[in-house]
């Protein structure tokens, strides 16, 4: 008997920014790793090839952003239905929310969240509406749902009527064995300027942080300045740091790469997640790795994801972020107890678990 035959679609990483990228990156890497043996996995495209070809990632023009679009369509209608048949594959794995609406073959859908549906406005209506059906038509009835967490199933469960199973994802994506002395020089945040990420409250805080505590500490706010074009969100935190004199203590790099991770985790005081709302969380799990104490907006995912391996306060209320910064900064037993909680809760988001976990569906 020939082995099954899992076919991965990775087109998708050409222009993947953040979470989907280390997802795809996490999937490839712990297949190549722990995949069953009497499993034959087949992927799209050698992500190794790609990493430096950055051309269409959250290009500020809009004619490659649609370039790409036109050809992520014929991709994923045309030409994947092709290489499912010549590649005799039975099972389709899309770890990008979109699926081909014709398939020879079983096919398993990763939707991350439910943001697209549930936040219409943080997007633009004609790329909105274009993306969320062509993810609609991709979810038939022979098609499997998966998802990040509890709080993203119950969430798509108003959306499809297909079957879902959240499986947590890994990231090992960067490597923190030897980790050496820190200089704890920095608050550090890493992820795109988009609204629901709430970075103005994070700002904010770190301001009355700095007016009342006298710290050195800075700020750096690492990601992708355009959102799908968009930089209003960096042209309003812009304007804050510049009226409130904090141009020289918030560091703002832009989209950085695997080796910058590593060194901006490496030499955090603390990682903040402001946000309003989260399909996970990768950043918790990276900081937690990192042995870097975590502080996140109250939000049900984060407390799913941290348990009580994390600092928690109210969303959206940044003289509560800010009594929460003071107090890891005063209180160094704090830290500790975070560092070592952190460790162990880390460990439970491995790359063989999330392997294990996916290859039971099929």
């Not at 979470?19 to 999937?27: N, Q």
């Not at 406005?121 to 967490?149: A, M, Q």
């Not at 560091?251 to 309003?276: C, D, T």
Request: with cysteine.
């Amino acid at each position: 008997m020939r082995k099954k035959r899992v076919y991965i679609d990775v087109f998708y990483y050409k222009t993947a920014l953040s979470g989907i990228k280390t997802y795809i990156e996490e999937l490839a890497q712990g297949l190549n790793k722990y995949g069953r043996k009497d499993i034959e996995y087949i992927f799209s495209h050698d992500i190794e090839k790609l990493k430096n070809k950055q051309f269409f990632i959250n290009s500020k023009y809009r004619l490659v952003r649609w370039a790409f679009q036109l050809r992520y369509l014929v991709w994923k209608q045309v030409v994947l239905p092709i290489k499912l048949f010549s590649n005799s594959a039975d099972v389709l794995i899309c770890p990008d929310y979109v699926a081909p609406i014709f398939s020879p073959t079983r096919k398993i859908v990763v939707i991350h969240d439910n943001l697209f549906w549930k936040y219409p406005f943080n997007y633009p209506v004609l790329w909105r509406n274009y993306f969320t059906k062509l993810i609609e038509w991709g979810v038939s009835r022979n098609c499997e749902l998966v998802t990040t967490s509890k709080y993203s199933k119950n969430g798509l469960k108003n959306i499809f009527n297909n079957k879902i199973s959240y499986i947590y994802q890994s990231s090992e994506r960067v490597y923190f064995n030897n980790i050496t002395e820190r200089s704890n020089d920095y608050i550090l945040h890493i992820g795109t300027f988009e609204k629901r990420k709430d970075l103005l409250t994070l700002v904010k805080a770190f301001k009355l942080f700095k007016d009342n505590t006298k710290s050195n500490l800075k700020l750096v706010l690492a990601g992708s300045k355009n959102f799908n074009g968009n930089k209003q969100i960096y042209r309003e935190i812009k304007r804050y740091i510049s009226k409130n004199n904090l141009i020289s203590f918030v560091i703002m790099p832009g989209y950085i790469n695997k080796k910058q991770v590593f060194y901006y985790y490496n030499n955090a005081f603390a990682y903040v997640f402001p946000s309003i709302d989260e399909g996970f969380g990768i950043p918790i799990i990276e900081a937690m790795r990192a042995q870097v104490p975590v502080i996140c907006s109250d939000i049900e995912v984060f407390k799913e994801i941290g348990d009580d391996a994390v600092v928690y306060f109210k969303k959206q209320d940044y003289n509560d972020l800010y009594n929460q910064l003071k107090l890891i900064y005063k209180d160094k037993t704090i830290v500790e107890r975070l560092v070592s909680k952190g460790i162990k809760r880390a460990y439970l988001f491995n790359q063989k678990n999330f392997i294990k976990a996916f290859e039971k569906l099929y």
